[in-house]
């Protein structure tokens, strides 16, 4: 009995020794998690005083990378760092050699993290040029990734004739130059030409003297497999105004109500940011635009706003922050180098039908946005 009972006590023991060792793992697992997170948020970190709380976090990023970051002055960290700040107000540059240096104010916040996002242009830009006997005609793409021109060659006549330079080509890209999209022949007078982009910026709508042509703006399009368009000129222009209208209907609706109205009667040379998250505009009226996000997201923008809207005031509305930014001020003009939004019927629960008529051509002339 005795050997029953001394062997019962051994196990009791070893399972409480197991609990509590399950117990005391458990409880420092979590505590280390407990503190990694609050390191992560900035509510913890080590200093030469020992452990200090409620820190926020400035996140340096810069394009180009490896750039100098300074804190109220003081040389702190590279680019593409976290930096830990007591939550206050501190003045940020971020320099680079060979580039214009970014300054902005910044408000720190405990546990929020604050991203820069600098971009920082160069100094001298490249000087590198497109041909040597001059360009004419020049047009940018709706998605203000490509130019058009057109250049004409004294010694080489092939080479007259339009060209397309990718803007956004990348470093990795085998075509990193201009492409040439048609060549000028007798029977093709490019220099008198007039050119219309697509909304998706892949085609051009080629009018000559002689004929109209339908060009694709990525290769070099033979003359002659190209046919005559011009008894379809209406149509194309039409389908176009139309997929801009469709286009612009669904980048708006990404937007708030108030931006919406603003944008489409009370404003004029409206265009979309390439990630269709910020709205360029002119105001035609005096307007304010009310608080939309309350209370204003954490850690977003601290540049001043103006959210009261004089007649002939450039803005950047940003939807992601709310945030309206002024830009500087333009005497208001109108006529046919006016851009107003097709999508006037954004919350609409369907899209109209748009009529085909010939004004579609001045439209699209002066929209550069879709």
Do not use: C
């Amino acid at each position: 009995m005795r050997m029953v009972s001394a062997y019962n006590t051994s196990m009791r023991l070893s399972v409480n020794k197991g609990v509590l060792y399950t117990a005391v793992s458990a409880a420092i697992i979590i505590g280390g998690a407990l503190v990694a997170i609050q390191y992560a948020k900035g509510g913890l970190r080590v200093t030469e005083n020992g452990w200090q709380r409620d820190t926020g976090l400035l996140s340096a990023n810069s394009f180009p990378t490896g750039a100098q970051v300074k804190i109220n002055g003081r040389l702190a960290a590279a680019t593409d760092q976290t930096l830990y700040l007591d939550p206050d107000t501190y003045e940020v540059e971020i320099s680079k050699d060979g580039y214009q240096p970014w300054y902005k104010t910044m408000i720190i916040e405990k546990e929020l993290v604050t991203q820069t996002n600098a971009l920082l242009f160069p100094i001298a830009p490249s000087l590198t040029t497109l041909t040597f006997t001059g360009v004419e005609h020049i047009l940018p793409s709706p998605d203000g990734q490509k130019l058009l021109y057109y250049t004409a060659s004294v010694s080489a006549e092939r080479k007259k004739g339009l060209y397309v330079l990718d803007l956004a080509s990348s470093q990795f890209s085998l075509q990193k130059g201009p492409r040439q999209i048609i060549e000028e022949t007798s029977q093709l007078n490019l220099e008198q030409a007039r050119a219309i982009w697509s909304p998706d910026s892949t085609e051009l709508l080629l009018i000559t003297p002689n004929k109209e042509l339908l060009l694709q703006a990525d290769r070099l399009n033979d003359t002659s497999q190209l046919k005559d368009v011009s008894f379809q000129r209406k149509q194309i222009l039409s389908e176009w105004e139309e997929e801009m209208y469709l286009r612009e209907r669904q980048f708006m609706r990404e937007f708030p109500e108030e931006i919406v109205t603003i944008a489409t009667t009370s404003a004029q040379d409206v265009h979309f940011s390439p990630d269709k998250k910020r709205l360029l505009y002119t105001a035609t009226a005096e307007l304010t635009i009310p608080q939309i996000v309350t209370p204003p997201l954490p850690a977003s923008s601290t540049q001043p706003e103006a959210r009261t809207l004089k007649p002939g005031g450039i803005y950047v509305y940003d939807r992601e922050e709310d945030k309206n930014f002024e830009l500087g001020t333009v005497e208001l003009s109108e006529g046919n180098g006016v851009k107003r939004l097709l999508a006037e019927d954004v919350f609409e629960p369907a899209p109209r039908t748009l009529d085909a008529s010939p004004s579609s051509f001045l439209t699209l002339q002066a929209t550069t946005s879709a």
